[in-house]
């Protein structure tokens, strides 16, 4: 797949080296287009013989998958910008609407979620997709916390853009949980929400813990 990943943060480089290490040509975008190219420089030194390279915004039109790796402000004015070149297109939201003051709420009303409103506000056909929200950077690089592969919890109302989603999961090495439909993105950023929060804790695990479905 031709993946357009918008941001060049550390979970930019997390999802980026997931979807290079599943074979996937990766592009990348950022507000600084020196940092774009630093990271690309870095991912392909990371995976040796990698498609990866900066993009410009027009590129986007020949994604696949495009991976709002981005916070949640930052994401919602992505989709009204890119308008209706995202439209048709399976759309990754990866934001988590946190208080990032107090780590103790959502940003967003008790009966939405981020991921909703950026449907919402997305052009008509655009199939966004909530999935790496309950991940952290380190641990997608290494693709396991404790010699076990992460979970990714997809949410989405368009089936095919599920699928298109739990494949670039599982090339790179992750297990997909696919929860449903894009409702319940509300219980999935309230769940990283206390995910998170127990990083700030003295006894937290320095970002590197993962939230796991475990069954006999």
């Known amino acids: 797949?031709?993946?357009?990943?918008?941001?060049?943060?550390?979970?930019?480089?997390?999802?980026?080296?997931?979807?290079?290490?599943?074979?996937?040509?990766?592009?990348?975008?950022?507000?600084?287009?020196?940092?774009?190219?630093?990271?690309?420089?870095?991912?392909?030194?990371?995976?040796?013989?990698?498609?990866?390279?900066?993009?410009?915004?027009d590129a986007v039109g020949s994604a696949d998958v495009v991976v709002l790796a981005v916070p949640f402000d930052a994401a919602?004015?992505?989709?009204?910008?890119?308008?209706?070149?995202?439209?048709?297109k399976t759309v990754v939201d990866i934001s988590n609407p946190v208080d990032f003051s107090t780590f103790d709420s959502l940003t967003v009303p008790a009966d939405s979620s981020g991921a909703q409103q950026l449907a919402e506000a997305a052009a008509p056909g655009t199939h966004v997709v909530k999935a790496f929200n309950t991940t952290f950077a380190g641990s997608l690089v290494a693709g396991e916390v404790g010699g076990l592969p992460l979970d990714v919890f997809i949410?989405?109302?368009?089936?095919?853009?599920?699928?298109?989603?739990?494949?670039?999961?599982?090339?790179?090495?992750?297990?997909?949980?696919?929860?449903?439909?894009?409702?319940?993105?509300?219980?999935?950023?309230?769940?990283?929400?206390?995910?998170?929060?127990?990083?700030?804790r003295p006894e937290g695990h320095g970002w590197m813990s993962a939230i796991k479905i475990v069954a006999p």
């Open 155 to 200: 949410a989405g109302d368009n089936a095919a853009a599920r699928d298109q989603v739990a494949e670039l999961v599982t090339s790179g090495g992750l297990n997909p949980v696919v929860v449903g439909g894009l409702r319940h993105a509300r219980e999935l950023e309230g769940i990283q929400l206390l995910h998170m929060a127990l990083q700030t």
């Open 76 to 88: 919602r004015q992505v989709v009204t910008e890119y308008g209706d070149q995202l439209a048709g």
């Open 1 to 57: 797949m031709r993946v357009f990943i918008v941001g060049t943060g550390n979970m930019a480089g997390g999802i980026a080296t997931r979807a290079l290490a599943g074979g996937h040509t990766v592009r990348l975008i950022g507000t600084d287009p020196v940092k774009a190219a630093t990271l690309a420089d870095a991912l392909g030194e990371r995976t040796p013989g990698a498609d990866v390279a900066p993009a410009v915004p």
